[in-house]
């Protein structure tokens, strides 16, 4: 009988659990994100049917419950991004470690509670956690329990109390999709090898960090000077799709320690002059030979931009045309890693240069004229 009665138990336990299997999305409408004083009251805020589109990249995320009880966060390299995640205002963007997706996530379910599991695991928003909502990335909890309905269409309505200092509610609601999950995102090993003989005064007694855009918050990565060489490495994997970052002297979460690379090329000044090393991916494992505060690679002797240059199309699938205030001898192309991939003699002010069999990604172009001076710039390849 003690047996029949375990099973009986272990039987219910697998039903309920089979009620969250899936792959879920947010519900293609109004209300699907609410938020309000009571439970299942959305007074304070709610999405409106445009949001649908303006939020597109939150609401096209999927979350998949398997069998066996692991999560999986699916967001497609981009997802909906609020202000204390490092943006300037709300927007699309690339997901910010550790509400990424990468982490290893697991659930359970059960007395009508779903609780996921793993640093940065979450459904709905990921500032909503039991009893409040975070403000840093780095607050991020390594679990969460919301209280769990369904609807007469087999909506999932997941409630939690945390919104307003803990007193009032965030609903979301999710419908599921029959679609198989997507693979999740590629990923490689970057290691960051950062020299620092240009920082004005000492290195923080922080350490030197990587962080920001898709790498994460502002101590994302701690790098190492254990042998007290000047340069400090550490190694990370990312998302192949790769994306903006940059370099910090010391932990500061207000990014006042950040590296100032404004005006250089590497420096994209339409995302806060973070770093564009990595923009446009990366198929291996990578290695980056940085300098702080600089964009000249270690070793190759690359300046910043000469206003007497244009290249186009920029960024190009095949061929780039250069043209130049100087008669040119010859241009080097590099690699985002320091390494020469090109060498072209040019004995002209302006060359077609065939780019095709160079891999996606972020190159620099060095420039030699015959008067001995060098023209420095970037473009990117898709």
């Known amino acids: 009988m003690k047996k029949i009665y375990t099973l009986f138990l272990l039987s219910i336990s697998l039903s309920f ?137 087999g909506e999932m309505i997941a409630d939690i109390q945390s919104a307003g200092g803990g007193s009032g509610w965030w609903r979301f609601i999710y419908s599921k999709t029959s679609a198989a999950p997507p693979p999740p995102p590629t990923t490689y090993t970057v290691t960051f090898n950062v020299h620092t003989d240009l920082i004005a005064g000492n290195v923080s007694a922080d350490g030197i960090y990587i962080g920001g855009g898709f790498v994460g918050g502002n101590d994302a990565l ?39 690379i404004s005006g250089q090329p590497c420096a994209d000044p339409g995302n806060y002059n973070d770093r564009n090393n990595l923009l446009g991916g990366f198929t291996q494992d990578t290695t980056l030979n940085l300098q702080f505060g600089s964009c000249d690679t270690p070793g190759t002797g690359i300046t910043q931009l000469d206003n007497k240059l244009s290249i186009f199309p920029n960024p190009s699938n095949g061929i780039i045309n250069i043209q130049s205030a100087y008669k040119l001898n010859s241009v080097n192309i590099y690699n985002m890693i320091g390494n020469l991939v090109m060498v072209r003699n040019i004995s002209s002010n302006q060359a077609i240069l065939n780019i095709e069999t160079l891999t996606n990604g972020v190159y620099f172009l060095e420039l030699n004229s015959y008067d001995g001076s060098v023209i420095n710039t970037k473009f990117i390849k898709r």
């Not at 519900?27 to 938020?35: E, P």
């Not at 370099?247 to 320690?257: A, E, M, T, Y």
């Open 222 to 260: 701690l790098l190492d000077d254990s042998d007290g060489d000047g340069i400090w490495s550490g190694s990370m994997s990312l998302d192949a799709a790769g994306g903006h970052f940059i370099c910090l002297n010391g932990n500061c979460s207000d990014w006042s320690c950040k590296e100032d």
């Open 17 to 153: 659990s089979a009620q969250v299997e899936g792959t879920w999305k947010l519900s293609q409408q109004a209300g699907a994100l609410a938020v309000g004083p009571n439970q299942g009251d959305g007074s304070w805020w709610s999405n409106s049917t445009g949001d649908l589109t303006t939020r597109a990249c939150l609401f096209d995320d999927s979350i998949t419950f398997d069998a066996s009880g692991n999560m999986m966060h699916y967001m497609d390299g981009s997802t909906w991004l609020e202000t204390w995640q490092g943006v300037a205002s709300e927007q699309c963007g690339t997901p910010v470690l550790p509400h990424d997706g990468s982490g290893t996530f697991t659930y359970t379910y059960a007395n009508n509670q779903l609780t996921v599991n793993g640093l940065g695991a979450h459904i709905g928003l990921p500032k909503a956690i039991n009893g409040g909502e975070i403000s840093d990335p780095a607050n991020a909890a390594q679990s969460i329990v919301y209280e769990i309905s369904f609807g007469a269409n």
